[in-house]
């Protein structure tokens, strides 16, 4: 048949030499994994235990879908694949730090642990779905538009994306609401990684206060509040407005512009009837 063919790329490795670079590559890998396991452990303190445990989960899910598509589709796992399993490693850990940080933002608002995870975890879904789906883009153009050991790396790559997905919302997620339970993460323990002293921030003490701080009036006065709001500092008779809602959520400005000016006409009555 009038068939001609071109020679898109040639490579001649020996078995001795494959076999050495797939060793260095693995322990690439495991020096990466071991880098992120100690930033862990030194940035959450016991909480990057969960890093770990998530990391693990990934990673036995990983190989179980490697093997079942070796076993009924004969793949077989190129170099380039896994440089894209070593590159996963930093993508996975990106999903964890991204909940834990907007958990403590919560904290540092003031609220509980057991709101903080469900608040966080609305506010961080929305960032690890999106970067989610940049990096499975990615993977996919790759994976199309190229040849040779270059889809072998879009590939694995796709591949641990969604496996990172699902670990996040099935694994690290309903354990993290389960230690949101327990009293050495949910009354901040020095070594949970929640502590005030992590959070940089002083224990919470209500209404939008933390315990060492000025309150809002004393914040206004040193501000150069107008005369009025002066009276009403020296008077100390308007209590804080609270930065809160009743429904959990945090107050917008207008709504604690509106608390503050309902707190000082209540404190004005106060005054009126003494």
């Known amino acids: 048949m009038p068939l001609t063919f ?9 078995a001795t030499l494959g076999s050495e670079q797939l060793q260095r590559g693995l322990f690439a890998g495991l020096i990466g994994l071991a880098l992120v396991v100690v930033y862990s452990l030194f940035q959450y303190r ?7 445990a998530s990391l693990v989960v990934a990673a036995a899910m990983t190989y179980a879908v490697i093997a079942l598509l070796s076993w ?3 793949y077989r796992l190129s170099l380039p694949g896994v440089a894209g399993l070593i590159v996963a490693i930093g993508f996975t850990a990106d999903s964890f730090i991204v909940y834990f940080e907007r958990i403590r933002d919560e904290l540092r608002d003031g609220r509980t642990l057991r709101l903080a995870v469900q ?20 993977a996919v153009i790759l994976y199309f538009m190229t040849v040779g050991g270059v889809r072998g790396f879009a590939f694995t790559l796709g591949l641990t994306t969604i496996i990172d997905v699902m670990v996040v919302i099935w694994f690290t997620h309903p354990v993290m609401e389960l230690l949101a339970k327990v009293p050495f993460f949910r009354d901040g323990h020095k070594w949970s990684g929640l502590s005030p ?35 009403l500092v020296s008077a100390q ?11 959990g959520r945090r107050m ?17 009555q106060n005054e009126e009837k003494h």
Do not use: C, H
């Open 46 to 52: 016991t909480l990057g235990l969960l890093t770990v």
């Open 6 to 14: 071109e020679v898109q790329g040639e490579n001649t490795i020996s």
């Open 252 to 268: 917008t400005i207008a709504e604690r512009r509106a608390a503050e000016r309902k707190a000082a006409a209540e404190a004005a």
């Open 237 to 247: 008779s308007v209590p804080p407005a609270p930065r809160v809602a009743e429904d």
């Open 197 to 231: 002293d992590r959070l940089d921030a002083a224990p919470y003490r209500g209404a939008g206060q933390f315990a060492g701080a000025k309150p809002d009036a004393a914040v206004a006065a040193d501000a150069g509040a107008p005369d009025r709001e002066r009276e």
């Open 119 to 138: 608040r966080g975890w609305t506010r961080a879904r929305r960032t690890i779905y999106a970067a989610k789906a940049v990096n499975l883009l990615s």
């Open 72 to 74: 009924g589709m004969g």
